[in-house]
């Protein structure tokens, strides 16, 4: 008992110290492009009740989510997806509302993953949902908004995937398979098994026609030059809409100077059921999953009373911190503490000279010596803490001042009031 209390369960962590002040610095980054914006924040329950996240709102599996109950009997689960929240929100407080809402958010999620490995059951989440518009320009803000966060986050290689869940609806539509089958066929795109696809379908029998735009999906992936391909085996009115909107919002990211960043894929089907029109994924190195995750859900708001087009994202900071690591981007914290050291006889003075730092808006550590550690000691502790500078109340009324980021130090000779 005493060794599991110590531990923490499978799939969540502890964050402390540099890597939890960097954790910190990024989320004011991302926080700040999205003010930019023109976002609020909104905060929403670490908990609700399990309709918010049911099988018909279209998140995840039931066995996926952390459920518990009341004391009245009522079924709460840990929210996996923050957008459901938002709608119920949006719903609830802008009932009447008729002109965009601009929200964005931060919290953790909670998913409990079927196949752990080695993914995070919790991870934080930062985002922004744009309601009340459905127009190519709402989209492009999106992603260009995406962008700029992870710009400005500090990261350089990275790429965000495009696709339209018409698209490949509107082939799925074609192929007239059984539930069963649909389902099987979903998955085998997911996994990337287009032999499995092939063999599919021609148990199937499925149209030529059919069977060819299937085998075409996964060469449409590239730059905006595939929607050529994607119109000549657009099977119906739905996918060839969705291919044209996809031409459309690319001249409006070119506005916005982001299009580098761009890459199409129209096998791409969206991981949430609620998805309706352009989801899109940010992938960068160093990570086994996506950064950014997002996309339209024009349908959704309906499910909570509200009709209203609704398109957002998130960053999973978790893993862009990740991906940080492994790329050896550094994270820069401002390190701006002050540690104040002093002998038992300068107490008084130690307290008078920290009350003045603090007064001024100065973070500042106090600490008596330990007359059996070193000062040496003391310094590599104060910069393991984000300290810059370093000041030890000796006897004799002598004060040495220690500059943590260069080693350099000097005594003066001081009697504090």
């Known amino acids: 008992m005493k060794q599991q209390i110590l531990h923490t369960p499978e799939g969540v962590r502890d964050i402390y110290g540099i890597e939890f002040s960097r954790k910190l610095v990024l989320e004011e980054k991302l926080q700040k492009v999205l003010h930019l914006y023109g976002y609020h924040d909104v905060q929403t329950p670490t908990f609700e009740y399990f309709d918010v996240f049911g099988k018909e709102i279209g998140t995840i599996p039931s066995k996926e989510l952390y459920k518990f109950f009341d004391k009245e009997g009522n079924t709460l689960v840990l929210r996996p997806d923050i957008t459901p929240s938002i709608a119920r929100v949006v719903t609830t407080v802008y009932e009447t509302e008729d002109m965009p809402i601009r929200v964005c958010y931060k919290g953790n999620t909670f998913i409990n993953h079927s196949n752990y490995q080695g993914r995070l059951r919790e991870t934080t989440q930062l985002g922004a949902e744009l309601i009340g518009v459905d127009s190519i320009e709402a989209d492009a803000e999106m992603i260009a908004m ?247 109340l000796k006897s004799k009324n002598e004060i040495e001042m220690i500059n943590l980021v260069n080693g350099k130090k000097k005594i003066v000779t001081s009697k504090i009031k």
């Open 146 to 392: 995406a962008v700029q966060s992870l710009k400005e986050a500090g990261l350089k290689d990275f790429q965000i995937h495009i696709g339209n869940v018409d698209f490949f609806e509107g082939l799925i539509e074609e192929t007239q398979l059984s539930e069963e089958d649909e389902a099987h066929l979903r998955e085998l795109i997911r996994n990337r098994n287009y032999f499995g696809v092939d063999e599919l379908l021609e148990n199937a029998k499925a149209k030529i026609t059919t069977k060819t735009a299937f085998q075409v999906l996964p060469e449409l992936i590239g730059g905006i030059e595939i929607m050529k391909e994607a119109k000549k085996i657009a099977l119906n009115f739905k996918t060839l809409e969705a291919a044209k909107r996809l031409e459309k919002i690319y001249k409006v990211l070119v506005a916005y100077g982001v299009e580098k960043y761009v890459t199409f894929d129209l096998s791409m089907s969206g991981s949430y059921g609620y998805y309706t029109g352009i989801i899109f994924r940010g992938y960068t190195y160093g990570t086994g999953d996506a950064i950014v995750k997002g996309g339209r859900y024009d349908h959704l708001l309906g499910k909570f009373g509200k009709t209203s087009p609704s398109i957002g994202f998130v960053i999973v900071v978790d893993e862009l911190l990740s991906a940080f690591s492994r790329q050896k981007v550094e994270i820069p914290c401002n390190l701006q503490n002050t540690y104040i050291l002093y002998e038992e006889d300068r107490r008084s003075e130690a307290i008078s000279l920290v009350k003045e730092f603090r007064s001024k808006g100065k973070p500042t550590e106090l600490v008596k010596k330990n007359p059996e550690k070193s000062l040496e000691e003391y310094e590599t502790y104060a910069k393991q803490n984000l300290c810059i500078s370093m000041l030890y």
